[in-house]
Every structure is written in structure tokens, then in C-alpha cells.
């Protein structure tokens, strides 16, 4: 069992990584080159060739070394396990909603505004965060922390930091 | 420039920043979860306005406080707070099941103190060793200290080396993204400006560490986790007898160097530093056999030796702009956010800031002991904070930093991306400290490595023996770091077989 969860601890990441490496290997060619006076006989396409490719043979390599366990594992009598798509996403929900949340919020904060983005996504971060049957307790605290700290943060760094947070529709009310 | 220093460091503005940097370090690091690095990340935006001493104290202070705090949790609570707290549980936990938790917590105090201390003084005395050598350091020799520090990521990938290189490369190739050094022509950048620059460690570094460590906490939002704290501890005194601390010198001086040469390995942490110097003193002992039943001398290794990694790790990145973990990452990042250039001419060029920030280490250690011996019943209270609340106002700080950075939203979008990156890498078994060190290193080594080859024609390499000694150093730590990776990967598989037939 522990071995079967081995070998796709290999064979995913490492033809992931492959196919990173390959498109990355793919694009180094569009990349201009200096060619005047004073230019290095190591063009600048050199460098990304390098890393390229030694992303390119490690991927491959851990994807073969995955395929050889796997291959080992069936060999000594294992039973591949079916990957269960519907199963992982039931049991990662969290890591899930958690990532969508965060997504949401940084596509939104620049046109809604940092206020009230931050609210939002405090409140729901709080909730997933929260295990399901204590949801009931944590609704009003996790308002108030988003409200609170949302502002307070706000008004903080912006005012007094100097970091330019977006205003989003603050904006219309001159904050 | 001392004085200035001294001066920058006890203006009571900077004292208050330290005292709350390590209050809040403590705090983050004796939560287990939490992290000095997260912690330097949520305030590294608080200190954007602040003055280079005062900012780069603070978050020095974090840092203290932050690798000090993890014995708390370890003691406690047998879990680690931070990663350089592992060794701590060895004995600290047996220590406090025998009703000696004051002794635990007080003795790991004590000598975290004892640590600091050590290695601020010998970051004193070798970084501006290490700046005068550097001084003489041209292309090939900074091409052959980035193949070096490179090639130390096959020594702290542990048994799955290919992985661990894949993370180094992948930092390598993060960092191509940008104008080109030398001939400033954009690559990867996909006609957006805002990539110009390239991405920022910063925004690296909370995507890597912040980001991944909520996501890691949602997973196991649906596991019951009941810490049973043991809120009886009191510390009377230091918790140990005078006779029975100076009994302790010798281990502690032999793990505070142990602690400090970890430290300035680029890429290893205090979690090594610490175990190696548990396994030193151990072997070093009298009783060995007694080490894991709660004996103070397994306290006073693990945390004697993780504080005086702080300054052995500073020592790189002071004199050589190479981080020796993450939080120095991170604090290559803070120095860059106060126009502070760390490299051999730090002390010409920021000499008053790189003497406030050895000054502002004393006071921290000093501040670091006082809080947790007076303290200790707060930060065992603050175990109890519940982190849902908690980790959501982190991230969005951490956001904050990220846009801070550069006044640019779009770093928020590149923190996002990064922190999923991580979480995949982390669920595959990738390390993520090496990527670290590929991202600074990489542009060091193109940018050299393409001077090299200009100058190659009429400056011959072995005309450097710098380079030379580099370059056998990193041969030697090839092939050392290959034969200890493959018995470990040995091992592992050994113990895997044995498993499996117990199955």
C-alpha cells in the first residue's frame, strides 16, 4: 500500500516537471539576443538551455524511477489502486476552497478594494478553517476580526506605512 | 561607525521595536504551525516606513525570539514550535513528564541565551574576516562560490537527491525570468512590465512558507488536535542550580560552534544544527545512555546549538549576500527593502546599520532570556490560540508584504501562484529550501559565469586559486553529500522493506 503511493509520488511530479522544463526549453529561442560590442561569448540564452535541461533529465529521470517502482510493485504482487479523482477532492475540500478563497481575493482586491476583499475573505478563510460543527459559534467572531482588522490594517499601512493599498470603491467615498 | 551603531540600537524607538519583535517572535515560534520566518514576513511590511537600523532590529529581534520560542512547544507539548526545536523534545519532554518542567524550560532558555550570544560574537569576529577575502573575489570567484553553495543542496537534500535538485533548479529558473543580466533584454517576461524585475524573493519566500503552512493546517482542519498543555510550569530562578549550569559550559561552547559552522553552510538550518548537536553531545558523554530520559544535557545541545546557527547564518549573508535558511532569506529580503546591499562592502557602505544589527542581536538574547524566564506562564497560555483565527489575518499581512514590496498588486497574484507551487512541491516530496538557494544563486552564477567567459581569452583560471580551492571544495562536497544521500536512501529503503513485511 505505502509502496503503491510511492511510485505516483514520482511519476506525477516528475512528468510535471518534465513538461515545465520542456515548454520552458521551448521558449528560450524567442528570446533576443545582444549581439554588439561588449556582449559575452555565453549568450543569455545559454543559462536558460542549462536550466532547462537539467529540469528536463531530473523530471524524467524521477518519472522513470517511478515507473520502475511501479513496475516492481506489480511485479512483486501489488494491486494498483484506481486514482479516485471525486475521493481526493472530498478530502482535500479545504486546501481547495482555502485556495480558491485567496484566488478571489487577490483577483478582486484591486477593483473592489482592500476593505471590503479583506472582510470577505477573512470571514470565509476563518469558516474553512473553522471544522464544520463549530461554524455556528464562529460566524460572529469571524465577522468582527474581518471588520477590525480589515480597517485597522487599512488605515495602518496606508496612512501611516505608506503601502499603497487599493482603494477599490473606498475611492467614491474620498478614503 | 560603532558608536553609530550603538547609538541607532538603544534609541528607545528601537529598544520598544525589539522588545515587541521578540515578544512576537516567541509567540510565533512556540506555536507549532507558526514559524520565525512567517513571523519576519508578517512584519517585514510594518517596517517599510521605519529607518534601515530600527527596521533590520526588528525583525532580528523576530528572528531571536522566533528559533527561541520553538522550546516551548517542544517541552510542553512534544511538539516542536519550529523546526530547530526538534532535538529540544528528546529530553525536554521527559524532563517536564518527570515534574522538571521548570528546569527544561528554564535550562533551554538559558543556554538558547548562551548560544545567541556565542554566535553574535563570532559573526562579529568573522564576518569582517570573510568581507576582506571576498573584497578580492572577481567573476571566477563568485562563479565558483555559486557552484559551491549550489552544489551544498545535494548535502542538505537528505536521501532523495534528484528531488532536491529539482527544487534548486527550479529556483534557478524563476530567476531567468526578468531583464537578463549584463545585455537587459527581457526573457519570460510575456510583455509584462511588472515582470521586468523579475519576481521578488520576498513574494518567493511568503508564497514557499506562508502560504503552504495554511494550506497544511486546512487539511488537517477535520482531524480532532487536542493539545494537553502542561500549564503547571513555573520557572524559579533559571530552573537549574549554578553547579549544575556550569557543569554544562563545555557542551554548550562544543554545540554553539557546531551550531555556528551549520549555520554558515548556505541552506542548512537549525533543525540540523541541532540534531548533529544532540548527536555530538551524546556521543560526547559520559552517560549516553541516559540522553532521551530527560537529562539537561540534551536540552542544552539542541538549544544552544540552534541559536548559535542565527549567527553563524548571518555570517554568509552579511558578507557574501548568500542566505544560510530561510528566515535570512527573508532577511536578504528585508535588507534589500531598506537599501542595505549585503556583501563585502556592507561595512563601508552600511557600516552603522551592520553594527546596529550585531548590537540589536545582544539586546534581543538579553530581552529574549528576561521575557521567557518572567513570561513563561503568557506564551504557554498563548499555545491555546486558536489558529483558525489566527492564520487568516497572517495571510492577509502577508499580502500586504507582497504588495508593499513594490507598490504593485500584481505580486499578490505571483504570491498565490507561488504558494500553490509549494504546496504541489510539498505534496510530491520536493523540498522547498533549496529553491531558495537555486533563486539567489542562480543570477550570480549566469552573471559571472558570463563574465568568465569574456575574460576567459585573457585572464587564465588558474591564475585565481580562489576559484581553485572553491572548486575542490565543491568536489569534496559532491562526492561526500553523494555517498551520505545514498546511505540514507539505503536506509530508508531498508526500513520501507522492513515495514512492508511486518505488513
Given at each position: 500500500?505505502?509502496?503503491?503511493?510511492?511510485?505516483?509520488?514520482?511519476i506525477?511530479?516528475g512528468?510535471?516537471?518534465?513538461?515545465?522544463?520542456?515548454?520552458?526549453l521551448?521558449?528560450v529561442?524567442?528570446i533576443?539576443t545582444?549581439?554588439?560590442?561588449?556582449s559575452?561569448?555565453?549568450?543569455?540564452?545559454?543559462v536558460?538551455?542549462l536550466?532547462?535541461?537539467a529540469?528536463l533529465?531530473?523530471?524524467?529521470?524521477?518519472?522513470?524511477r517511478?515507473?520502475?517502482?511501479?513496475?516492481?510493485?506489480?511485479?512483486?504482487?501489488g494491486?494498483i489502486?484506481?486514482f479516485?479523482?471525486?475521493t481526493?477532492v472530498?478530502e482535500?475540500?479545504?486546501?481547495?476552497?482555502?485556495f480558491v478563497?485567496?484566488?478571489?481575493?487577490?483577483?478582486?482586491?484591486?477593483?473592489?478594494?482592500?476593505?471590503?476583499?479583506?472582510?470577505?475573505?477573512?470571514?470565509f478563510?476563518i469558516?474553512?478553517?473553522?471544522?464544520?460543527?463549530e461554524?455556528?459559534?464562529?460566524?460572529i467572531?469571524?465577522?468582527?476580526?474581518?471588520?477590525?482588522?480589515s480597517?485597522?490594517?487599512?488605515?495602518?499601512?496606508?496612512?501611516?506605512?505608506n503601502?499603497?493599498l487599493?482603494?477599490?470603491?473606498?475611492?467614491?467615498f474620498g478614503? | 561607525?560603532?558608536f553609530?551603531?550603538?547609538f541607532?540600537?538603544?534609541?528607545?524607538?528601537?529598544?520598544?521595536?525589539?522588545?515587541?519583535?521578540?515578544?512576537?517572535?516567541i509567540?510565533f515560534?512556540?506555536?507549532p504551525?507558526?514559524t520565525a520566518?512567517?513571523?519576519i514576513?508578517?512584519?517585514?511590511?510594518?517596517?517599510?516606513?521605519?529607518?534601515?537600523?530600527?527596521?533590520?532590529?526588528?525583525?532580528?529581534?523576530l528572528?531571536?525570539?522566533g528559533?527561541s520560542?520553538?522550546l516551548?512547544?517542544?517541552?510542553l507539548l512534544?511538539i516542536?514550535?519550529?523546526?530547530?526545536?526538534?532535538?529540544?523534545c528528546?529530553?525536554?519532554k521527559p524532563?517536564?513528564?518527570?515534574?522538571?518542567?521548570?528546569?527544561?524550560?528554564?535550562?533551554?532558555?538559558v543556554?538558547s541565551?548562551?548560544?545567541?550570544?556565542?554566535?553574535?560574537?563570532?559573526?562579529i569576529l568573522?564576518?569582517?574576516?570573510?568581507?576582506?577575502?571576498?573584497?578580492k573575489?572577481?567573476?571566477?570567484?563568485?562563479?565558483?562560490?555559486a557552484?559551491?553553495?549550489?552544489?551544498?543542496?545535494?548535502?542538505?537534500?537528505?536521501?532523495d537527491m534528484?528531488?532536491?535538485?529539482?527544487?534548486?533548479?527550479?529556483?534557478?529558473?524563476l530567476?531567468?525570468?526578468?531583464?537578463?543580466?549584463i545585455?537587459?533584454?527581457?526573457?519570460?517576461?510575456?510583455?509584462?512590465?511588472q515582470?521586468?524585475?523579475?519576481?521578488?524573493l520576498?513574494?518567493?519566500?511568503?508564497?514557499?512558507?506562508?502560504?503552504?503552512?495554511?494550506?497544511?493546517?486546512?487539511?488537517?482542519?477535520?482531524?480532532?488536535?487536542?493539545?494537553?498543555?502542561?500549564?503547571?510550569?513555573?520557572?524559579?530562578?533559571c530552573?537549574?542550580?549554578?553547579?549544575?549550569?556550569?557543569?554544562?559550559i563545555?557542551n554548550?561552547?562544543?554545540s554553539?560552534?557546531?551550531?555556528v559552522?551549520?549555520g554558515?553552510?548556505?541552506?542548512?538550518?537549525?533543525?540540523?544544527?541541532?540534531?548533529?548537536?544532540?548527536?555530538?553531545?551524546?556521543?560526547l558523554?559520559?552517560?549516553?545512555?541516559l540522553?532521551?530520559?530527560?537529562?539537561?544535557?540534551?536540552?542544552?545541545?539542541?538549544?544552544?546549538?540552534?541559536?548559535?546557527?542565527?549567527?553563524?547564518?548571518?555570517?554568509?549573508?552579511?558578507?557574501?549576500?548568500?542566505p544560510?535558511?530561510?528566515?535570512?532569506?527573508?532577511?536578504?529580503?528585508?535588507?534589500q527593502?531598506?537599501?542595505?546591499?549585503?556583501?563585502?562592502?556592507?561595512y563601508?557602505k552600511?557600516?552603522?546599520?551592520?553594527?546596529?544589527?550585531?548590537?540589536?542581536m545582544?539586546?534581543?538574547?538579553?530581552?529574549?532570556?528576561?521575557?521567557?524566564?518572567?513570561?513563561?506562564?503568557l506564551?504557554v497560555a498563548?499555545?491555546?490560540?486558536?489558529?483558525n483565527?489566527?492564520?487568516?489575518v497572517v495571510?492577509?499581512?502577508?499580502?500586504?508584504g507582497?504588495?508593499g514590496?513594490a507598490?504593485?498588486v500584481?505580486?499578490?497574484?505571483?504570491?498565490?501562484?507561488?504558494?500553490?507551487m509549494s504546496y504541489l512541491?510539498i505534496?510530491?516530496k520536493?523540498?522547498?529550501?533549496?529553491?531558495i538557494?537555486?533563486f539567489?544563486l542562480g543570477p550570480?552564477?549566469?552573471?559571472?559565469?558570463?563574465?568568465?567567459s569574456q575574460?576567459?581569452?585573457s585572464?587564465?583560471?588558474?591564475?585565481?586559486?580562489?576559484?581553485?580551492?572553491?572548486?575542490?571544495a565543491?568536489?569534496?562536497?559532491?562526492?561526500?553529500?553523494?555517498r551520505?544521500n545514498?546511505?540514507?536512501?539505503m536506509?530508508?529503503?531498508?526500513?520501507?522493506?522492513?515495514?512492508?513485511e511486518v505488513?
Amino acid at each position: 500500500m505505502k509502496q503503491n503511493s510511492n511510485y505516483r509520488l514520482d511519476i506525477i511530479p516528475g512528468l510535471g516537471i518534465a513538461l515545465i522544463a520542456l515548454i520552458y526549453l521551448l521558449m528560450v529561442p524567442g528570446i533576443q539576443t545582444f549581439t554588439g560590442m561588449g556582449s559575452t561569448p555565453l549568450t543569455n540564452h545559454f543559462v536558460p538551455y542549462l536550466w532547462g535541461g537539467a529540469l528536463l533529465v531530473l523530471g524524467l529521470y524521477v518519472a522513470i524511477r517511478g515507473f520502475r517502482k511501479r513496475a516492481a510493485f506489480v511485479k512483486a504482487g501489488g494491486r494498483i489502486e484506481k486514482f479516485d479523482f471525486k475521493t481526493a477532492v472530498n478530502e482535500k475540500a479545504e486546501v481547495i476552497a482555502s485556495f480558491v478563497a485567496l484566488t478571489v481575493y487577490v483577483a478582486l482586491m484591486n477593483a473592489v478594494g482592500f476593505v471590503p476583499m479583506t472582510i470577505v475573505y477573512l470571514f470565509f478563510q476563518i469558516l474553512i478553517l473553522t471544522p464544520k460543527h463549530e461554524w455556528k459559534k464562529a460566524y460572529i467572531p469571524a465577522l468582527i476580526i474581518g471588520v477590525i482588522c480589515s480597517v485597522v490594517l487599512y488605515y495602518v499601512f496606508r496612512y501611516h506605512l505608506n503601502v499603497l493599498l487599493p482603494q477599490g470603491i473606498l475611492k467614491a467615498f474620498g478614503l | 561607525m560603532i558608536f553609530e551603531g550603538l547609538f541607532a540600537a538603544i534609541q528607545p524607538m528601537t529598544i520598544l521595536l525589539i522588545a515587541i519583535g521578540t515578544i512576537v517572535g516567541i509567540i510565533f515560534g512556540s506555536i507549532p504551525g507558526l514559524t520565525a520566518t512567517m513571523a519576519i514576513v508578517m512584519f517585514l511590511p510594518v517596517t517599510y516606513s521605519m529607518t534601515a537600523s530600527q527596521g533590520i532590529s526588528m525583525l532580528m529581534a523576530l528572528y531571536i525570539g522566533g528559533i527561541s520560542g520553538g522550546l516551548i512547544s517542544a517541552i510542553l507539548l512534544n511538539i516542536p514550535g519550529t523546526p530547530s526545536s526538534v532535538a529540544t523534545c528528546f529530553d525536554g519532554k521527559p524532563l517536564a513528564d518527570k515534574g522538571e518542567a521548570g528546569k527544561a524550560l528554564g535550562t533551554g532558555v538559558v543556554f538558547s541565551f548562551i548560544g545567541t550570544m556565542i554566535g553574535v560574537g563570532l559573526l562579529i569576529l568573522l564576518t569582517p574576516v570573510l568581507c576582506n577575502v571576498a573584497l578580492k573575489f572577481q567573476a571566477y570567484e563568485y562563479c565558483a562560490l555559486a557552484i559551491f553553495s549550489l552544489s551544498m543542496v545535494i548535502a542538505l537534500t537528505g536521501h532523495d537527491m534528484p528531488k532536491g535538485l529539482i527544487s534548486a533548479v527550479l529556483g534557478a529558473l524563476l530567476a531567468t525570468v526578468g531583464l537578463a543580466p549584463i545585455d537587459s533584454k527581457p526573457r519570460f517576461t510575456f510583455g509584462m512590465f511588472q515582470l521586468n524585475n523579475g519576481f521578488a524573493l520576498l513574494v518567493l519566500l511568503i508564497g514557499l512558507f506562508a502560504i503552504s503552512e495554511v494550506m497544511k493546517y486546512a487539511e488537517e482542519v477535520r482531524k480532532e488536535q487536542k493539545y494537553i498543555v502542561n500549564e503547571t510550569a513555573k520557572i524559579k530562578g533559571c530552573g537549574f542550580t549554578l553547579k549544575e549550569g556550569i557543569a554544562q559550559i563545555p557542551n554548550a561552547i562544543v554545540s554553539a560552534f557546531i551550531g555556528v559552522a551549520i549555520g554558515i553552510l548556505p541552506g542548512i538550518g537549525g533543525g540540523v544544527s541541532c540534531m548533529i548537536s544532540y548527536t555530538v553531545s551524546k556521543n560526547l558523554s559520559k552517560h549516553p545512555e541516559l540522553y532521551g530520559t530527560g537529562i539537561m544535557d540534551g536540552v542544552v545541545a539542541s538549544e544552544t546549538a540552534n541559536n548559535g546557527t542565527i549567527g553563524g547564518a548571518m555570517i554568509p549573508l552579511l558578507a557574501l549576500g548568500i542566505p544560510g535558511d530561510a528566515c535570512t532569506a527573508m532577511l536578504l529580503g528585508g535588507l534589500q527593502v531598506h537599501n542595505v546591499a549585503p556583501g563585502p562592502l556592507i561595512y563601508t557602505k552600511s557600516g552603522a546599520v551592520v553594527y546596529a544589527i550585531f548590537f540589536s542581536m545582544m539586546i534581543s538574547a538579553v530581552f529574549m532570556m528576561i521575557f521567557m524566564l518572567i513570561g513563561m506562564r503568557l506564551f504557554v497560555a498563548v499555545l491555546k490560540v486558536p489558529k483558525n483565527y489566527l492564520l487568516p489575518v497572517v495571510i492577509v499581512l502577508c499580502g500586504i508584504g507582497a504588495i508593499g514590496n513594490a507598490n504593485m498588486v500584481f505580486d499578490t497574484y505571483c504570491m498565490v501562484a507561488f504558494g500553490l507551487m509549494s504546496y504541489l512541491l510539498i505534496k510530491s516530496k520536493v523540498p522547498t529550501v533549496p529553491m531558495i538557494l537555486g533563486f539567489i544563486l542562480g543570477p550570480m552564477f549566469e552573471e559571472n559565469l558570463r563574465r568568465v567567459s569574456q575574460l576567459a581569452s585573457s585572464d587564465k583560471f588558474y591564475t585565481h586559486p580562489i576559484f581553485m580551492v572553491l572548486l575542490f571544495a565543491t568536489i569534496i562536497v559532491v562526492i561526500f553529500s553523494v555517498r551520505s544521500n545514498r546511505r540514507e536512501a539505503m536506509l530508508v529503503a531498508a526500513g520501507e522493506k522492513e515495514e512492508e513485511e511486518v505488513e
